[in-house]
């Protein structure tokens, strides 16, 4: 994945001058769909692109997974809403419904939304708010910085949102010039639960994390 060429995107992206999505995006859209391709009943699949911006990781995955037909799209801050809608209505495919959601993923760990979805795409926060300084911008800062909530909620989050069965994809970085270990984080988090954590692959030097939700024997 590190040495992958750069496309063009699949898509012609609405989004904040102020803050632009990376490749990381585009790559892991690219990295899921693969990973999804051979499974027998795609329609059937209830996904969320959570933590979503403007909806790129979702919509790039409904291109190259035509069969998918409900994508929900979890988003904490509201300017994001009026670039998703345009985005949505550059894909024009009326068959596909592509739910959208203000909500800090904390919500996620309600009974609402349990074992909910199949599968879980996130390019989240990367940074702690104490991993570097601030930009005057609180817009990017919510973007670069768990400053709304935890990096341990957002992982209680996917956790309990994933159906039985369900896997969630994620991308994580490494953190390791801070003296962390943020992949044994994650599975001290979880050891606990009934799901398996793996390092999938990497992209650009971030690494993408699987979470794999298994039945309790």
């Not at 190259?64 to 037909?69: F, G, I």
């Not at 599968?119 to 911008?137: A, E, Q, R």
Request: aromatic share 12%; with cysteine; net charge negative.
């Amino acid at each position: 994945m590190q040495n992958e060429s750069i496309r063009d995107f699949t898509y012609h992206y609405k989004q904040p001058a102020e803050y632009q999505f990376s490749l990381d995006s585009i790559h892991l859209a690219q990295l899921v769909a693969n990973e999804l391709q051979s499974h027998p009943n795609l329609s059937a699949l209830r996904v969320l692109d959570l933590c979503a911006g403007c909806g790129v990781i979702g919509i790039e995955l409904s291109w190259h997974l035509p069969a998918l037909r409900q994508i929900d799209f979890i988003e904490i801050q509201a300017i994001y809403t009026d670039y998703f809608y345009h985005n949505v209505a550059n894909v024009n495919r009326p068959e596909l419904k592509l739910g959208w959601h203000l909500l800090n993923y904390d919500e996620l760990h309600n009974n609402l939304w349990k074992e909910t979805f199949d599968v879980i795409i996130s390019n989240p926060p990367y940074f702690h708010k104490d991993h570097g300084m601030l930009s005057p911008s609180q817009f990017k800062n919510r973007c670069r910085f768990y400053l709304d909530s935890s990096f341990e909620n957002y992982i209680l989050a996917l956790a309990n949102a994933l159906s039985i069965n369900g896997k969630a994809y994620f991308l994580l970085r490494p953190l390791k010039h801070h003296g962390m270990d943020v992949l044994s984080d994650v599975q001290k988090i979880l050891q606990e639960t009934a799901i398996t954590v793996k390092k999938l692959a990497t992209i650009r030097g971030t690494d993408v994390i699987v979470l794999n939700k298994t039945p309790f024997l």
